[in-house]
């Protein structure tokens, strides 16, 4: 039987079968949040962010993540913006974050402190740097001032907190001794010199310009200066009186505003300051645009337009580990929380720990590693305490598990620490695995037999759980236990990033290969059938460095991988990989994935964490069957110009409907729809009459969906 093909026009109609087709596309859910952020920087229309991992940047609504290096301190004035990712690394923009290039430091000491259309300053230690060509070259000055205590006068190191050019001299706010002030630094001068003297016990934190005059923040107060910093005038009315944390200024174009820890914002007007309404979040992080004052919260950044608070029409970017899912339940770990839904991600709750590295759910019960221990769960994370102590030496009491696994009802926590001195040399190992039965409230020593290096206990660099069997890999080998002493096996290869169970055969992700074993480690072979493997060199090694493995529900295997530009994904059958028919979003670097009940997860670089309906992703055997129920061949010839050919196998009789799909979702082609009767059937498709693109064929049949993957060119 040789059905024809009929097209359809590419247009969009809201009924159940269109529906159904979106659902097999990915959905990007609203988490979890990224951040919390630690510096905020305003540039000419964008607003930049860096949370502990990551560059955001916010423009025409919506957040982006550069490819740069991780940095901290940002620091912003019109279209340059500067970032250091430590002391005596800066990396400078001059397209308002779009781009970095690394620029020279003054000092492979120095740390970024202040940028304003002045100058910008850098300072180390006991030496001040300040650039007023935006870092092309640096004059360097020493932190030193004369102070006047009773009647004896001595020079002593400033402690500067921010510091700006005036004319051709050098204004700095900081304290000297435990006499806060601003000190001017002349041409030709040795010797910083104190215009504004805030007291004892005092410091001032943070200068800003506005409306042509100069604002000094301190604990102390307010005060302003009209002659360039020569003289200063209180100006805190309406401010906290007493000691107490500095405020922080914030001027943009028409208005100056101050934040105060404890009190919130404030807004000068003439000559006293004006509390602004309660905004919705504590403990913000703030910067001031030329036209709005920002302030962040977690991951949530809100501007103030003069009247009120509005959340930014985007949340932050995050880069989740996903930990478990169960359908619309799923948990993830991010920017060092735990994050749950229960919603298929259209809302996402903290749980408590914070600080978290390593972590595992095995519902109802959770364990995390944080700094202060680790935390246990027995009501699926919604209440932790503390765990047992792991019989660590005291030498490396402090350190946490690089991994959880969870195997024969217990928990089992790895350890792998390496100590270098100078160029790189090892001077010491530490690692080994440890047991918990009851949920994480103790643990005991189960590195049994694994050989130690030369330099003390093996690091555990990988832990695996896979059937009653657990595997590990340590600088001597790969071992296997089933809970007491550890057997030397064959490595895969030489790392292993993924260890999978397919019915009795594991599959391993090691290195730039797949391997598969059936004997539990004891031999090994290559698992590569089916997989569309590039022949250049450096295109195979882009599929290999993107590859990512998961378990599916029912014991298969899902890869993801780049191929030709294209992320593609395949399911293990019978030893030999099948192309999926998910398509994947463009522009998105995938950090892994996890599968429960219905719906698989993934979670990406800076664009959180995504799903897809798992029906979509492989077809369900019906039980007790002995075959797939419906099986698809790839379509030959693909890609393809013209006529294309696809076997279409059913183990009974049922109703089938095989159709085309774009990239966008949209049927373009029917190729059958009624019933079959079991057995083979050919499916043609006239591949000239589609414009050329990436498109997936679906058949789907009587509880039953399997779609392969079909590239059109001319």
């Given at each position: 039987m040789t059905p024809t093909v009929r097209s359809l026009p590419a247009l969009l109609v809201f009924?159940?079968?269109?529906?159904?087709?979106?659902?097999?596309?990915?959905?990007?859910?609203?988490?979890?949040?990224?951040?919390?952020?630690?510096?905020?920087?305003?540039?000419?229309?964008?607003?930049?962010?860096?949370?502990?991992?990551?560059?955001?940047?916010?423009?025409?609504?919506?957040?982006?993540?550069?490819?740069?290096?991780?940095?901290?301190?940002l620091l912003a004035s019109g279209a340059d913006v500067f970032a250091a990712r430590g002391r005596g690394w800066f990396l400078r923009s001059t397209d308002a974050g779009v781009t970095f290039d690394s620029v020279s430091a003054p000092?492979?000491?120095?740390?970024?402190l202040s940028l304003d259309a002045s100058a910008l300053v850098a300072n180390a230690?006991?030496?001040?740097?300040?650039?007023?060509?935006?870092?092309?070259?640096?004059?360097?000055?020493?932190?030193?001032?004369?102070?006047?205590?009773?009647?004896?006068?001595?020079?002593?190191?400033?402690?500067?907190?921010?510091a700006t050019a005036e004319g051709n001299a050098v204004l700095a706010a900081g304290a000297a001794y435990v006499f806060g002030g601003v000190f001017r630094l002349?041409?030709?001068?040795?010797?910083?010199?104190?215009l504004l003297h805030t007291g004892q016990n005092s410091r001032v934190d943070d200068l800003a310009r506005f409306g042509g005059r100069l604002f000094a923040a301190s604990t102390a107060g307010v005060y302003v200066s009209d002659d360039g910093g020569a003289t200063w005038t209180p100006l805190s009315a309406g401010l906290p009186t007493g000691s107490g944390p500095s405020v922080e200024l914030y001027p943009t174009a028409d208005a100056l505003y101050a934040h105060h820890a404890s009190a919130g914002f404030f807004r000068l007007d003439g000559t006293s300051w004006t509390l602004l309404p309660a905004p919705p979040f504590s403990f913000p992080l703030a910067v001031a645009a030329s036209d709005r004052l920002y302030a962040s919260d977690i991951a949530v950044?809100?501007?103030?337009?003069?009247?009120?608070?509005?959340?930014?029409?985007?949340?932050?970017?995050?880069?989740?580990?996903?930990?478990?899912?169960?359908?619309?339940?799923?948990?993830?770990?991010?920017?060092?929380?735990?994050?749950?839904?229960?919603?298929?991600?259209?809302?996402?709750?903290?749980?408590?720990?914070t600080g978290v590295g390593a972590s595992l759910f095995a519902p109802p019960l959770a364990v995390a590693s944080t700094p202060s221990g680790i935390r246990r769960s027995s009501d699926d994370g919604a209440t932790w305490v503390a765990g047992g102590t792991v019989p660590l030496p005291p030498a490396h009491t402090a350190l946490r598990p690089t991994t959880f696994v969870a195997q024969s009802g217990a928990f089992w926590a790895a350890y792998s620490f390496r100590r270098f001195g100078k160029h790189g040399i090892p001077l010491e190992t530490f690692g080994g695995v440890y047991r918990s039965g009851d949920g994480g409230a103790s643990w005991t020593d189960a590195t049994a037999n694994l050989p130690p290096t030369t330099l003390g206990p093996a690091p555990v660099d990988a832990l695996f759980a896979a059937g009653d069997r657990l595997f590990a890999l340590v600088p001597a080998g790969c071992f296997t236990?089933?809970?007491?002493?550890?057997t030397m096996v064959a490595c895969p290869g030489p790392?292993?990033?993924?260890?999978?169970?397919?019915?009795?055969?594991?599959?391993?992700?090691?290195?730039?290969?797949?391997?598969?074993?059936?004997?539990?480690?004891?031999?090994?072979?290559?698992?590569t059938a089916g997989l569309p493997l590039p022949t250049d060199p450096t295109a195979l090694a882009r599929f290999w460095s993107s590859a990512r493995m998961a378990s599916l529900p029912g014991g298969s295997a899902f890869l993801v991988a780049e191929v030709d530009g294209t992320v593609r994904s395949f399911i293990y059958r019978s030893h030999v990989w099948e192309e999926s028919s998910l398509v994947f979003p463009g522009g998105i670097t995938w950090m892994g994935f996890t599968a429960g009940g219905d719906?698989?997860?993934?979670?990406?670089?800076?664009?959180?964490?995504?799903?897809?309906?798992?029906?979509?992703?492989?077809?369900?055997?019906?039980?007790?069957?002995d075959g797939p129920a419906l099986a698809l061949s790839l379509p030959a010839p693909s890609p393809a110009r013209g006529v294309v050919h696809l076997g279409l196998s059913l183990a009974h009789a049922q109703g089938v409907k095989a159709a085309v799909y774009d990239a966008l979702g949209r049927r373009v082609a029917v190729l059958h729809d009624g019933p079959l009767a079991a057995g083979t059937h050919r499916l043609t498709l006239d591949a000239a009459r589609l414009a050329p693109g990436v498109y997936v064929v679906r058949a789907e049949g009587t509880n039953v969906a399997v779609g392969r993957r079909l590239v059109v060119v001319r």
């Open positions: 009924t159940l079968f269109v529906a159904r087709v979106a659902s097999a596309q990915w959905t990007q859910t609203s988490g979890p949040p990224g951040g919390p952020l630690h510096a905020l920087a305003a540039a000419d229309g964008a607003l930049l962010g860096t949370s502990a991992s990551r560059l955001f940047r916010f423009s025409g609504g919506a957040w982006t993540v550069p490819e740069v290096p991780l940095v901290g301190r000092s492979s000491r120095a740390q970024l230690f006991d030496s001040l740097f300040v650039s007023t060509d935006r870092g092309a070259t640096w004059s360097a000055h020493h932190e030193t001032a004369w102070v006047t205590v009773g009647s004896s006068t001595f020079e002593v190191n400033l402690d500067i907190r921010d002349a041409p030709g001068d040795t010797t910083w010199v104190r950044v809100y501007a103030w337009d003069g009247a009120a608070w509005t959340a930014l029409p985007a949340h932050l970017g995050s880069s989740p580990s996903m930990l478990e899912a169960r359908g619309a339940t799923a948990t993830a770990r991010s920017e060092g929380r735990l994050w749950r839904t229960t919603d298929a991600g259209d809302t996402w709750a903290a749980m408590a720990p236990s089933t809970g007491g002493s550890w790392s292993v990033r993924a260890l999978v169970l397919v019915g009795g055969r594991w599959l391993a992700l090691a290195g730039d290969d797949l391997r598969a074993s059936d004997d539990q480690g004891i031999t090994w072979e290559l698992a719906v698989l997860y993934g979670g990406s670089l800076g664009r959180g964490a995504w799903r897809a309906p798992l029906a979509i992703v492989t077809a369900i055997e019906p039980p007790g069957s």
